[in-house]
């Protein structure tokens, strides 16, 4: 399912046949963008998370062997976890509440454990200690401590990638850093032709974690296309996306232009525009000399060294010296304190070309004209968003909601082809759940739901 879409094309016979599956497409232009969509899942406190997670792993073991709770659950246990849990972000007391909940969750794991259902549990009791793990660690003395960012005796948190943000959704991430938007959950990137002589028709559509940045999924767009016989001859992408490595690689592996702005010089002196940045700068590849604004001629070239970020192109450093940069006249627009020595990095040849031949062409009104159609995607991703309800995910783990974008892919297609309206869904009713269902059949006296009437 995950590799359909339907793609067609007009039939271009008199007598108006329907349409039909394009056999033979001639590569144009597509666009990609993306948008954050939110998991199905409620936005915790790191408190209400490890809270709903023993409540979780209670309903899972309520559901199918509630007799293992005989002889742990009592009252105080249906009043803490009898419903979903809700104390904001300034609950009281809220040490007292982070102990008495991770000693609840040792207990019920350690009393599972004795009782040998934790050889047969399921997904929540999984979760449940992924959370207590990422949330909890034990000090010298074995004494339960929560978890902080800052990183003592190497119990910081986890990075934002890996953190499990709720107990029934544990592939929903949460971006930390970096986002102008936050959420929990994932992102969609849309990927629909733009000709202008038909209908802009969805060709894939991703589904990633929301930690995932976007230059990340292009190659793998690129490579669900070739498989389809659908790669565009240019690929129209916002600066998200675009990184050097990516456009030589999607250049020389499928013959496909990428086409968005490249991430500014990320040096000092061109971020402050004063001094002399690196462009400033005569490289010479065949001598492995770099030559600075003022005559003189590194000592070292070293490289190219991989980068930690798999976007970020690799980098070869050549380094002047200190006798070299000490008495130039112009030091203070090179470096930054007295005793340092200028360093130079910079992309291999291949990609240094590539830099410098976008970079120019983007400068031009043709390039700049050509790129204005990139702008037409963001109505597809309002239409997916607000006509089709696609910011909220109906579904649980990402396969599921990879699925539901699919399908919404579809839809999106052929009501574009047949003017079809798109269709609601009314909301069903929740009903009482597992583990309150035990604490009733025991009267184990419990908090009521809010949210579900009679329970």
């Not at 699919?406 to 909301?427: F, K």
């Amino acid at each position: 399912m995950a590799e359909v879409l339907i793609v067609w094309e007009s039939s271009t016979q008199a007598d108006g046949s329907a349409l039909r599956p394009s056999a033979s497409r001639t590569r144009t232009t597509q666009r990609t963008d993306s948008t954050h969509v939110l998991a199905a899942v409620r936005d915790l406190t790191r408190l209400e998370l490890v809270t709903e997670a023993v409540r979780a792993a209670l309903e899972e073991v309520a559901g199918v062997s509630p007799h293992l709770l005989d002889g742990l659950v009592d009252e105080g246990w249906g009043l803490r976890y009898g419903r979903p849990v809700h104390l904001g972000k300034n609950p009281t007391k809220p040490v007292t509440r982070i102990l008495a909940t991770g000693n609840d969750a040792v207990r019920l794991l350690e009393h599972l454990h004795r009782f040998g259902a934790d050889r047969m549990s399921g997904p929540r009791i999984q979760a449940l200690r992924q959370i207590m793990v990422q949330n909890y660690h034990r000090d010298a003395a074995g004494h339960l401590r929560w978890r902080t960012a800052e990183k003592e005796g190497g119990a910081g948190l986890p990075p934002s990638s890996r953190a499990i943000v709720s107990p029934y959704d544990t592939s929903a991430r949460y971006p930390r850093h970096g986002h102008i938007i936050s959420w929990k959950g994932f992102a969609a990137h849309l990927t629909e032709t733009c000709a202008s002589d038909g209908p802009n028709v969805i060709t894939d559509v991703a589904t990633t974690a929301a930690t995932t940045h976007d230059s990340q999924v292009l190659p793998g767009v690129h490579t669900r296309l070739a498989r389809r016989g659908l790669l565009p001859a240019e690929h129209l992408v916002d600066a998200g996306y675009t990184s050097l490595p990516h456009l030589e690689q999607a250049a020389r592996e499928h013959q496909v232009t990428v086409s968005g702005p490249l991430k500014s010089n990320p040096t000092r002196q061109h971020r402050r525009n004063e001094g002399f940045a690196r462009d400033d700068f005569h490289i010479d590849y065949d001598k492995q000399q770099v030559t600075c604004p003022q005559g003189q001629v590194s000592a070292g070239w070293h490289g190219p060294y991989p980068t930690s970020s798999p976007t970020a192109a690799p980098l070869i450093v050549a380094r002047l010296t200190k006798s070299q940069c000490r008495p130039c006249p112009t030091r203070t627009q090179c470096t930054s304190t007295a005793d340092d020595a200028r360093t130079v990095g910079f992309p291999p040849r291949e990609l240094r070309d590539l830099e410098l031949r976008v970079r120019a062409e983007q400068q031009t009104p043709e390039w700049k004209t050509r790129y204005a159609v990139r702008s037409g995607v963001e109505s597809t991703v309002n239409e997916f968003a607000h006509g089709h309800g696609m910011r909220r995910c109906r579904y649980r783990g990402q396969g599921k909601v990879h699925v539901q974008h699919v399908l919404t892919a579809i839809a999106v297609n052929i009501e574009r082809l047949s003017g079809l309206p798109p269709a609601e869904e009314a909301p069903t009713p929740r009903r009482p759940t597992a583990f309150q269902n035990y604490l009733d059949q025991r009267e184990i006296p419990r908090l009521k739901s809010w949210r579900t009437l009679g329970t």
